[in-house]
């Protein structure tokens, strides 16, 4: 293992099996961990704060990694509770609270043209709490790659803005996009504090295709307000009561697994 301790937080860089467990971080003046060219890195047990309003202060980084198991943690920053970068391929997260902070994100993707990845992602068991996005996927417009095989599952939002967003407009202007693939929503209750509770805003070059949505029931923070969702350049399928309504995924009574 090889771990430094620097303005960048805490970096364990190619390391292979890795076991980190009750450790606590706070303030750090950038992300707070990070994994990057690691394989089988097993977290648990940390408690990761920052103040509401630092920016750049991402919990845990993840990139070019592996085989990343991370569970029952508590994270709250100025930025992304977790953010999974390029490279990153079979990542486990589960019981994780998240808030402050930007919620869980992959991506960014494809900044300056770049041919970037993610796969095989599984968030289970998560709460959002006061965050400004919840399950979340961005992406540079102009980029090329993939984002694929992504599951977020038993979701609880209390307060979230945003709480579920595919982004492929990220920042940037152009025509070609980070394919975004395989996608699974599968009960994620809670309240939004913004009337739009789901957003996918996809590329017409490249669009986002195979996103299914399972048993989603997203209320407005404020009684008596309906949420609402933004649905773009989308293909896929839902089941069961889809709250607020996502016109353009097709109904389905028996839904594939796609992961």
Same mark, same amino acid.
């Given at each position: ?19 980190? /467990? ?15 060219? @690691? ?5 648990? @047990? ?6 509401? =309003?630092?920016?750049? *202060?991402?919990?845990?980084?993840? %990139? ?12 709250? !920053?100025?930025?992304? $509770? #977790?953010?999974?970068? /390029? ?27 770049? =041919?970037? +990845? ?10 959002? +709490?006061? *965050? !400004? ?5 961005? *992406?540079? %417009? ?8 992504? +599951? ?18 990220? $920042?940037? =202007? ?12 599968? %009960?994620? =209750? ?10 996918? @805003?996809? @590329? ?20 008596? +307000? %309906? !949420? ?14 889809? #709250? ?16």
């Amino acid at each position: 293992m090889h771990g430094t301790l620097n303005l960048q937080g805490f970096v364990i860089g190619g390391s292979n099996n890795v076991h980190i /467990d009750g450790l606590t971080f706070e303030d750090s003046p950038k992300m707070h961990i990070a994994f990057e060219r @690691s394989e089988w890195v097993n977290a648990t @047990s940390l408690t990761i704060q920052a103040p509401k =309003h630092s920016p750049n *202060t991402d919990g845990i980084h993840i %990139q070019h990694s592996k085989n990343i198991i991370i569970y029952n943690t508590s994270i709250g !920053t100025g930025d992304d $509770c #977790i953010s999974i970068g /390029d490279g990153s391929s079979h990542i486990n997260i589960s019981n994780i609270d998240c808030g402050p902070g930007h919620g869980i994100s992959i991506g960014s993707l494809g900044k300056d043209g770049k =041919h970037e +990845t993610v796969e095989f992602v599984h968030v289970k068991d998560v709460s959002f +709490t006061g *965050t !400004t996005n919840g399950a979340r996927i961005k *992406t540079w %417009q102009g980029g090329k790659g993939h984002a694929r095989n992504i +599951t977020f599952e038993h979701i609880t939002c209390i307060d979230s803005a945003r709480p579920i967003i595919i982004d492929q407009y990220y $920042c940037d =202007h152009k025509t070609s996009a980070v394919r975004v693939s395989n996608i699974v929503y599968d %009960q994620i =209750h809670g309240t939004s504090d913004k009337e739009i509770a789901v957003e996918f @805003s996809c @590329s017409k070059s490249v669009p986002c295709y195979n996103i299914v949505m399972r048993n989603i029931s997203l209320h407005s923070t404020e009684d008596g +307000t %309906q !949420t609402s969702s933004i649905c773009q350049n989308v293909r896929g399928l839902r089941n069961g009561d889809i #709250i607020p309504d996502v016109p353009c995924l097709n109904e389905a009574e028996n839904l594939p697994i796609v992961n």
